[in-house]
C-alpha cells in the first residue's frame, strides 16, 4: 500500500531550466513532507521539507509546493545543474514519525 | 569525516546463512533506523531505536534481529537468509524522534543472496 507516489520514473531536462518533480500521496495525516536526493551508491541526502500548514518553502534554487487539498507536492530546481542529475525521493511523515517515501524520479540535467 | 557508515558495503552469500551488516553514526544522534530498498526501489522503514531501545518494529520477519549496543551503533542481523532478502539496506540516524528531523543515511549495503 504505496501512500506516496511519484508517477514520473524519470525527467530530462536542459542545464538552466526548471525541473518539476511531482509527489502524489494518500495519507491525509502526513503532516510533514521531506525531499531527499540520492546520488549512485551514496545514500539518500536531506534536500528539503514543507510543514503541511504551508504552501510553499524555497531554499535557493530548490522550491517546495504544497496542495493540501489536491494531496500533492512539487519540487522546483531553477535552474537546473548538471550536478543536480540524481534520484530524488518525496517523503512525508506518518502519523507514527515513519517517513514513507516515493519509488523515486531519476533527473538528468544534460548541457 | 563520514557521518553515517555502514560495513561492508557489498555481501554476497548463500542461501541459508546468517549475516550481519554494521552502522555507526558519529553525529551524536539519539535515534537510528534500518530501511530497505527493494528491487522497485522502494525505501521502507524495518525499525528505528532510540536510546537503544526499539521504537518501530515494521511487519518484518524475526529472522531480522537489529541490536543497538549503544546509541552510536545499529546492526542488523539477519538469520537464515532468502533469496527475497536481496536488497540495498540503508542505515540512518536522526537527532531524536521529533517528527521534522532530518534523517542522516549511510552509504547503503548491498546484499544479494544467491
Excluded at chain 1, 514543507?50 to 530548490?62: A, T, Y
Excluded at chain 1, 517546495?64 to 550536478?83: C, D, E, R, W
Excluded at chain 2, 538469520?79 to 547503503?108: H, I
Aim: charged share 20%; glycine share 6%.
Amino acid at each position: 500500500d504505496q501512500q506516496v507516489k511519484q508517477n514520473s520514473p524519470s525527467l530530462s531536462v536542459q542545464e538552466g531550466r526548471i525541473s518539476i518533480l511531482n509527489c502524489d500521496y494518500t495519507n491525509s495525516m502526513f503532516d510533514y513532507f521531506l525531499w531527499y536526493k540520492k546520488y549512485p551508491a551514496e545514500g539518500p541526502t536531506f534536500l528539503i521539507s514543507i510543514s503541511s500548514i504551508k504552501d510553499k518553502n524555497e531554499d535557493g534554487r530548490f522550491t517546495v509546493f504544497l496542495n493540501k487539498s489536491a494531496k500533492h507536492l512539487s519540487l522546483h530546481i531553477v535552474p537546473s545543474q548538471p550536478g543536480d542529475s540524481a534520484v530524488y525521493f518525496c517523503a512525508g511523515i506518518d502519523s507514527w514519525g515513519k517517513l514513507q517515501f516515493g519509488a523515486g524520479t531519476q533527473v538528468v540535467v544534460t548541457p | 569525516d563520514t557521518a553515517v557508515s555502514q560495513t561492508p558495503k557489498y555481501l554476497v552469500t548463500q542461501m541459508g546463512n546468517d549475516k550481519s551488516i554494521k552502522c555507526e553514526q558519529n553525529l551524536g544522534h539519539d535515534t537510528m533506523y534500518w530501511y530497505k530498498q527493494d528491487s522497485k526501489k522502494f525505501l521502507k522503514i524495518m525499525f528505528s531505536y532510540n536510546n537503544k531501545e526499539l521504537i518501530i518494529n515494521e511487519t518484518v520477519p524475526n529472522r531480522f534481529s537489529p541490536k543497538s549496543p549503544d546509541k552510536a551503533h545499529l546492526n542488523l542481523h539477519i538469520n537464515s537468509l532468502e533469496l527475497g532478502d536481496s536488497a540495498v539496506y540503508f542505515c540512518a540516524s536522526s537527532q531524536d524522534t521529533r517528527r521534522n528531523n532530518e534523517q542522516f543515511f549511510g552509504p547503503g549495503t548491498r546484499l544479494t543472496v544467491l
